[in-house]
C-alpha cells in the first residue's frame, strides 16, 4: 500500500470519531447485521498476456451479511465487485479484465472498553472470479478464470448509535497469476439486526 492509502485510511477514521459523540459508552450488539462498503480497490500481480503487465486501481464495493455470536466473534459471507484491470504489452493496451469475489470469513473483534470502538481482523476463503477479454491484436489469456484463495482483512469499527455502525477496512483476496492479487481499502456501513 502507498502512503496515500495509510493517510486515507487514518483520515477516514478520524472523521468517523468526529461525526458521532465521542467516547459514548454503546452496549456491544450481537446477532445478524447487513454491511456495505465503498473504496479504492486495487488488482496485483495478474498475468494477461506473456512479457507484459497488468495494473488496475479504482473504484470498489462489497456486501457482507453476517452473524455476531458474542462481542468478540463474527461469521460473514461476502460479495466484492472490484475495478476492472489493463493488460499491457509494450505499451500498449491488449486485454482488459473484470473481477469479482464471494467469501467466507470469520471475524475477531477486540472492543475498546465500552467506547463503541473495537478493531478487527478477518480471515477466510474467497472464491475469485476474473474475465479476460482481449483488446489487441496480441494473443492473451482470454475467459474467465477462478481461484479459491485466502482473504485476510483488518480494520475498525464505531458505533454511531446501538444498530448502526461505521467501519474503515482493509482486506486482500489472493488468487493466482490468472487473477492476480485483489485488494479493497474501503469505508462502509453496518446494520445490526441484534
Known amino acids: 500500500m502507498k502512503i496515500r492509502d495509510y493517510l486515507f485510511f487514518a483520515t477516514s477514521l478520524l472523521l468517523f470519531s468526529m461525526t458521532t459523540n465521542a467516547w459514548a459508552e454503546i452496549a456491544l ?11 479504492r480497490s486495487s488488482v496485483i500481480g495478474a498475468k494477461y498476456v506473456s512479457g ?9 464495493w462489497n456486501l457482507d451479511a453476517g452473524y455476531r455470536f458474542m462481542p468478540y466473534l463474527a461469521a460473514e459471507l461476502g460479495f466484492t465487485k472490484y475495478t476492472d484491470a489493463t493488460g499491457m504489452l509494450g ?27 473495537e478493531i478487527f481482523a478477518k480471515i477466510g476463503a474467497a472464491r475469485i472470479h476474473s474475465t479476460i477479454s482481449q483488446t ?8 474467465t478464470r477462478t481461484r479459491t484463495g ?19 477496512q482493509w482486506t486482500r483476496a489472493k488468487g493466482n497469476d490468472a487473477t492476480g492479487k485483489m485488494d479493497l481499502l474501503s469505508i462502509g456501513l453496518s446494520y445490526n439486526f441484534g
Open 91 to 117: 505499451g500498449v493496451k491488449v486485454a482488459s479484465g473484470s473481477q469479482y469475489s464471494y467469501d467466507i470469513i470469520a471475524k475477531g473483534i477486540l472492543p475498546i472498553n465500552s467506547s463503541g470502538f
Open 52 to 60: 507484459g503487465s497488468t495494473s488496475g486501481s479504482g473504484l470498489g
Open 150 to 168: 485466502l482473504i485476510v482483512g483488518i480494520g475498525a469499527d464505531y458505533a454511531i448509535y446501538p444498530a448502526l455502525t461505521t467501519n474503515v
Open 29 to 39: 450488539p450481537t446477532g445478524w447485521y447487513f454491511e456495505f462498503n465503498l473504496g
Open 136 to 143: 489487441g491484436v496480441v494473443t492473451v489469456n482470454s475467459g
